[in-house]
């Protein structure tokens, strides 16, 4: 028995070798593979909604507005062009001192007569002295010509020009005519007015003296716009004209009708106040408050009222006993 083990050992070891070398039969099947199939394609796109682009709207250009026409004043009665110089009064000038800053004389405060040609530095203005003014006339116009020693009525700091008018000779004036700038060459109505006074306060409290500090409203009523007021019943009243002459730097035209055939007349160049309500200047400022053009005077140099020259007023048309509250006294012309 023990000489068949070692032949046993090797039939069992030649069976396990041809036991592995078999094919081996899996029973379970391989599972198939089914190809996927593909759900058909959803689209996830959401179209965006659609935004309507604003018609441009082109606004329309405005038209443009055609200018306001200048009104154009039917004139019936225009001034005369040469103008024959009447009687010459004479007014104090600064001229000659003004290097000096001061004016020479002239400058009565207390009887509304200002010599105050300068500002409130005491810088000269040549064209606010008066040198002299005259009175002439025709058929239908009173003409009153200043003289200045300037040449430029149309200087740049705006100087007005009047005429004061007193019909009943009492010293309180009754109209005022005031040219503002610009100033024409040729005879216009264009920036001239005439004020009136219609409650006698352009004296103040007293015709002649000085009042101030006193309230009031000078020459009140606008009665004459250029001919182009709602109130102008005359187109032709009054007028005005510059560089017409030697002794006419500037030159009113104004009808007689206004001032009739008796009255006072004075002039004034104002680039100070330049305010009809508040003439007479001497009855709204006291004196202190004015200063004074006049180095010597207590309160020099000028202060509140300042760029404005007057003259004494004239008498035309009567003799009067020449003691007329404002009119020229003998020495003053």
Same mark, same amino acid.
């Given at each position: 028995?023990?000489?068949?083990?070692?032949?046993?050992?090797?039939?069992?070891?030649?069976?396990?070798?041809?036991?592995?070398?078999?094919?081996?039969?899996?029973?379970?099947?391989?599972? %198939?593979?089914?190809? #996927? @199939?593909? /759900? *058909?394609?959803?689209?996830?796109?959401? &179209?965006? +909604? $659609?935004? %309507?682009?604003?018609? #441009? @709207?082109? /606004? *329309?250009?405005?038209?443009?507005?055609? &200018?306001? +026409? $200048?009104?154009?004043?039917?004139?019936?009665?225009?001034?005369?062009?040469?103008?024959?110089?009447?009687?010459?009064?004479?007014?104090?000038?600064?001229?000659?001192?003004?290097?000096?800053?001061?004016?020479?004389?002239?400058?009565?405060?207390?009887?509304?007569?200002?010599?105050?040609?300068?500002?409130?530095?005491?810088?000269?203005?040549?064209?606010?002295?008066?040198?002299?003014?005259?009175?002439?006339?025709?058929?239908?116009?009173?003409?009153?010509?200043?003289?200045?020693?300037?040449?430029?009525?149309?200087?740049?700091?705006?100087?007005?020009?009047?005429?004061?008018?007193?019909?009943?000779?009492?010293?309180?004036?009754?109209?005022?005519?005031?040219?503002?700038?610009?100033?024409?060459?040729?005879?216009?109505?264009?920036?001239?007015?005439?004020?009136?006074?219609?409650?006698?306060?352009?004296?103040?409290?007293?015709?002649?003296?000085?009042?101030?500090?006193?309230?009031?409203?000078?020459?009140?009523?606008?009665?004459?716009?250029?001919?182009?007021?709602?109130?102008?019943?005359?187109?032709?009243?009054?007028?005005?004209?510059?560089?017409?002459?030697?002794?006419?730097?500037?030159?009113?035209?104004?009808?007689?009708?206004?001032?009739?055939?008796?009255?006072?007349?004075?002039?004034?160049?104002?680039?100070?106040?330049?305010?009809?309500?508040?003439?007479?200047?001497?009855?709204?400022?006291?004196?202190?408050?004015?200063?004074?053009?006049?180095?010597?005077?207590?309160?020099?140099?000028?202060?509140?009222?300042?760029?404005?020259?007057?003259?004494?007023?004239?008498?035309?048309?009567?003799?009067?006993?020449?003691?007329?509250?404002?009119?020229?006294?003998?020495?003053?012309?």
């Amino acid at each position: 028995m023990k000489k068949n083990r070692p032949i046993l050992l090797s039939l069992i070891l030649l069976f396990v070798i041809s036991s592995c070398n078999l094919p081996v039969n899996d029973s379970t099947p391989a599972a %198939e593979v089914s190809p #996927a @199939t593909e /759900a *058909p394609a959803t689209s996830t796109f959401t &179209p965006e +909604p $659609t935004v %309507e682009e604003p018609t #441009a @709207t082109i /606004a *329309p250009s405005p038209t443009p507005e055609p &200018p306001t +026409p $200048t009104k154009t004043i039917p004139h019936s009665l225009i001034p005369a062009t040469n103008i024959k110089m009447g009687k010459l009064i004479n007014d104090v000038t600064s001229v000659d001192t003004a290097a000096e800053g001061r004016a020479p004389y002239g400058d009565l405060y207390k009887a509304n007569l200002f010599e105050r040609p300068f500002l409130q530095d005491m810088t000269y203005v040549a064209d606010l002295d008066i040198v002299s003014y005259n009175l002439a006339y025709d058929e239908k116009f009173y003409y009153i010509s200043i003289e200045l020693v300037g040449t430029n009525p149309n200087n740049p700091m705006g100087i007005n020009y009047a005429v004061e008018l007193d019909l009943n000779r009492d010293g309180f004036g009754d109209y005022v005519i005031l040219a503002s700038p610009p100033h024409n060459v040729n005879w216009t109505t264009d920036n001239v007015q005439v004020f009136q006074d219609t409650d006698r306060d352009t004296g103040g409290l007293s015709a002649e003296l000085s009042d101030g500090p006193l309230p009031g409203n000078g020459y009140d009523t606008l009665i004459f716009n250029g001919g182009r007021g709602e109130n102008d019943t005359d187109l032709d009243l009054a007028w005005a004209r510059v560089n017409a002459g030697d002794k006419a730097t500037v030159q009113f035209a104004f009808k007689k009708a206004l001032a009739g055939d008796k009255f006072l007349y004075g002039v004034l160049a104002d680039g100070g106040p330049k305010n009809v309500e508040d003439l007479d200047y001497v009855d709204r400022f006291s004196e202190e408050q004015a200063g004074s053009p006049v180095r010597d005077e207590e309160f020099f140099p000028l202060k509140a009222l300042f760029g404005v020259d007057n003259v004494c007023r004239e008498a035309f048309g009567f003799i009067g006993t020449n003691q007329e509250p404002q009119r020229c006294k003998m020495g003053r012309q």
